[in-house]
């Protein structure tokens, strides 16, 4: 069984960053508007500590770590979209204490692309944190390269098969240009039981050659017990470090942002397809156990242990952007309990020049509670299957 004290200080670092910064999207955007805030929530349930700014926004630390908020004045309704009848109370509620001019400052009486803005802002402040947390680590420690050179290839592996020789240099992967082997590394796992098309070059001659990656069962200390892609190709020893100006780095972090997100896509797409097995979902204890992992990498080899440190720290800013795309992709889906819900709910009021109805707000924040609710428990199994935990527990006994 893993240590689980020294998950919780890097999960919490993770996922307090990539949290805070989406609700700061939505407050960034309602602030821009002029809205009125009433409160800004670090974590959930009680507070353990709050104050009032000048704006009179109330910002708070919640004892529980496993999430945030951001409360518009007025904004009581579950799914973020009242109905006619809610918003006709709430309008009274508001004349009352302030002149019919303030009446747009209050969250559900503010345009509809507003509220959209503020919907997408969460999700568009995840993308810019990846892309800033790229930019940044590509910008002061570059990024290491691997030639993509084939050093060894397993007898009777994919590789093997599809005809790969060792020197064989990769020149693209499906049209994708290969500029590193870690390229490789990132495609490959991903696309099992598909054939890749890939250019090489071998004694100045360009060929093309199609090989399907298996699938196997990898094990490691950070993604626990995996189901990917394997061809039986090794990586040449030697690397070279690649140095990016400023410029360079937001545009090479915009570019591992896109290919983040796009992995994503692709891989939940085969998953919805039925091409890879569903085991392979994790949730909050995979984010944990990686963290864990990542910052252990992050601080191996280092000579003391403020380097240590500082080593977890850096590798632990990678993880955050990564899980921060993630992040930003998932609240796009349309679950009504979601920022993607809420925008298909706005998308219909723009169209029919008034709310959804109570009811069929109801059943479908219901039924998106219910999506979102099962998937966590579906995921959490999946965890607890990866690390071994049952087998752990039925140790305790035995």
Known sequence: MPDLVSWILPFLFVLTLVITVHELGHYWAGRSFGLVIDCFSIGMGRALFKWR?????????????????????????????????????????????NPASALPRFYHFAPVWQRATIAVAGPAANFILAIVLFAVLLGVFGEVRLPPTITTVEAGSPAAQAGFLTGDRVRSMDGKPV???IDIARYV??????????????????????????MVVKIDDISGRQKVGRLGIGPPNEYERVRYNPIEAV?????????????TFYYLGRLVRGEVPADQLGGVIGIAKASDGVAKLGAQGAPNTAMGVFGSFIALLQLSAILSVS?????????????????????????????????????GYRLGLALLLGFMLFAVWNDLQRYNVFNFLGGLFS
Do not use: C
């Not at 518009?72 to 973020?80: W, Y």
């Not at 896109?258 to 992995?263: C, R």
């Not at 298909?344 to 069929?360: G, I, K, Q, S, T």
């Open 53 to 97: 700014d000048k704006q009179g926004v109330e910002w708070r630390i919640a004892w529980m770590p496993l999430g945030g908020y951001v409360r518009f004045a007025g904004d009581e309704n579950a799914a973020s979209v009242p109905d006619k009848e809610d918003l006709d109370e709430m309008k009274a509620k508001i004349l009352a204490h």
């Open 251 to 263: 545009g090479a972090g915009a570019r591992q942002t896109w290919n983040v997100l796009s992995s």
């Open 179 to 181: 500029t590193s082997f």
């Open 189 to 214: 796992p991903l696309r099992a039981n598909v054939p890749i098309t890939f250019t090489i070059e071998r004694g100045g001659k360009v060929l093309d050659l199609v090989a399907t990656p298996a």
């Open 327 to 363: 992040v930003g992709f998932l609240n796009l889906l349309p679950i009504p309990v979601l920022d993607g819900g809420h925008l298909v709910f706005y998308a219909y009021e723009a169209v029919a020049r008034r709310p959804l109805a109570a009811n069929a707000q109801a059943v």
